[in-house]
DNA sequence: CAATTGATGGCAACCGGTTGACAAAGCTCT
DNA sequence: AGAGCTTTGTCAACCGGTTGCCATCAATTG
């Protein structure tokens, strides 16, 4: 940021109406109808309550004043705000894009305005964020949220509350059922003439962590298969060159990461330091995030579904908020394999 | 989406209150502190307006009760609702993923609330988004607005608007200085035996596209080269695959791109066709977006500081809501080539 | 034709803060 | 002690919808 130039008298933005041209109210539309205004609420909220005749009256003075209602007046007596809350563990990653970006589409189709707020991978961030949210919102989408599950139990028996990447007890969840696409992923290089796996895992608050490592260890039982656990400092690309030096020194000929952006950064310093991927080391990654067709050779990942997850989740929300839901219920979307080039044939030692 | 089990009974959220524990106001806190609810809106929103020792009467008798302002309640009678809108372009597009994450962390340190809303790519979209929200906020961002100029200074009029990525006559706008960014690259290239340049453009009313041709044009006549101008069909990797042809037939060694995404694609299609990368052509792109780093080779490109962008707009916002901004006028931001691999030294043929 | 019923519109209270006008209290200064 | 000024708290109206209750009126029915 380096200069300012000031182009031109601002044009002062009015200092929100009474100078004149106010917008207009469910009073105006009353005048101008010629009934009483608690007539009009009925005949804009209440389909029926009133004749299809007043109705029309209303419709048209309404239109001719392009009456817009004020959704402050109305959260005030009602409570319901047409609005919902997104918060996501990090804005940084681009995992929860796809995420925003489902919530957000489906919020729009059904005519809700979506809150956006992230919690910094910080687990109290994140319950102030979410404490502040619920006061203006109808009801909340947590995304891989790091506090603890009656924290989050709390939160719901306050407004309904549906949580992304995570299964807590009689809360609505979304969850990616990791199972099948690792499973495929093991079979895979399992075929390929690996045997010992290793994983890197994500922040130790991360449910999701902890299930790919379960099912991991399950995947590689059945398939015999030796599988080791290694941490990593970050979930970024740089956590993932970090502990490229523990990748090499554990034996492992393939690696499942946490997510893509560990598997990048890993891939990038391994390649760094001569390792040719996937000939002497093959790299599976958890996501298929943007970007990960970049990188040479693309990332062989597990992808979950993460738009799915987010307009999940966000139809779970409105449904429940527009009494639709059933209620607590988990939401499971499938994984698969996406086999791309930085997975293959392990190579014998040259 | 799968399948959906049904775990446990709901934890039925409260029908918001009445049940004994609604929310506290402000004339709860009245009766604890034993003054009048007007005392205490005053000691809560004015400060020094009351005497000290009400104060903090009042403000115990809030802490003890747990007390938060109901913002509907403030925001019906004052106008102001501490929330400011930001309406992109495509929220698939990583270039806003930066502009998003500014804006966002900007509102948070200055206790406003962010509202995220997409036009996708188009002009009536985009608008329609705009009116909803100028309901709902305080200010508006548009980055990379698609409407015309007239609509924007029209929704200007109404309440604070700044521009991302586009200047308007009259309204506050952030704007990448593209000259430096573009001199650097094209001296670069120069440098490099590159002897007609190739710009690959975005969508026709984008006023950076515009821009950035205008920019180029000015630095090859400098440096007496050829520049010729492609069109795209769409600023996407998928636009960039199908631009390749126009660019091998253009004769051109060395192509810049209205956009990363652009780039990248372009990239991938032309390495697909056995062309190296960047022996035979050189590759620049605009941004800097997420993932520019991931391709081999990395993505020389300019770019422009979209979080800066994201947060000197919502600073130049909050500024104005608050009554110490300036008015209109335009933030200027720096780009800079970033120069990787995907330029260089022409290799002779053959 | 009178009685019952359902549909429709009006009245007024209410949601929870904010704010202008004003009065009471406190203070200074002669 | 009293005039004049400032500080501090109270009163009441207001923001713009929503909704329970009631009155009215027309339609239905015996």
């Known amino acids: 940021m380096t200069e300012a130039t000031n182009a031109g008298a601002a044009t002062a933005p009015t200092k929100r109406g009474r100078e004149g041209k106010s ?20 005949a804009l909220s209440k389909p029926g309550r009133v004749s299809a005749k007043t109705q029309k009256l209303i419709e048209d003075a309404a239109a001719e004043l ?22 996501v563990a990090d804005i940084t990653n681009p995992t929860f894009f796809d995420i925003i970006r489902g919530a957000e589409t489906t919020a729009t189709v059904r005519d809700y305005t979506l809150v956006l707020a992230e ?55 979304v969850v990616p059922d990791v199972d099948k696409g ?11 003439g690996h045997r010992k ?15 790919r490592w379960e099912g991991m260890q399950a995947a590689c039982e059945w398939s015999r298969l030796d599988a080791v656990r290694l941490e990593s400092t970050k979930p970024t690309v740089d956590g993932g ?20 952006l560990l598997a990048i950064g890993l891939m990038q310093e391994l390649q760094a330091a001569g390792v040719v991927v996937p000939d002497q080391i093959s790299i599976v990654g958890f996501d298929d995030i943007f970007g990960a067709d970049f990188t040479t050779p693309p990332l062989t990942t597990v992808r979950s579904p ?14 429940l908020l527009q009494g639709l839901g059933e209620g607590a219920g988990t939401l499971r979307v499938e994984t698969e394999l996406v086999l791309r080039g930085s997975s293959g044939r392990l190579l014998p030692a040259g």
Chains 1, 2 share one sequence.
């Open 306 to 319: 993460l738009g799915e997850c987010g307009s999940g989740a966000a139809t779970l929300l409105l449904d």
């Open 241 to 260: 060159r970090q502990v490229a030096r523990d990748v090499r020194a554990s034996g492992a000929t393939a690696v499942l990461t946490y997510n893509d």
């Open 119 to 173: 919690s910094a991978e910080s687990a109290v961030t994140e319950l102030t964020a979410a404490r502040r949210m619920m006061a203006t919102v109808d009801g909340l989408i947590l995304a891989s949220p790091r506090m603890d599950d009656d924290n989050i139990r709390t939160l719901a028996r306050d407004k309904p509350v549906v949580v992304i990447n995570r299964e807590v007890d009689g809360v609505p969840c």
């Open 182 to 192: 690792i499973s495929e992923a093991v079979r895979s290089l399992a075929a390929n």
């Open 66 to 87: 392009n009456y817009q209602v004020n959704p402050f007046a109305r959260a005030l007596p009602t409570g319901r705000t047409s609005t919902f809350g997104l918060i």
């Open 197 to 211: 796996l290793a994983f890197v895992a994500g922040p130790p608050q991360s449910w999701m962590s902890a299930r």
């Open 23 to 42: 917008n207009p109210t469910i009073y105006d539309i009353a005048k101008v109808a010629g009934v009483n205004p608690s007539t009009v609420s009925r």
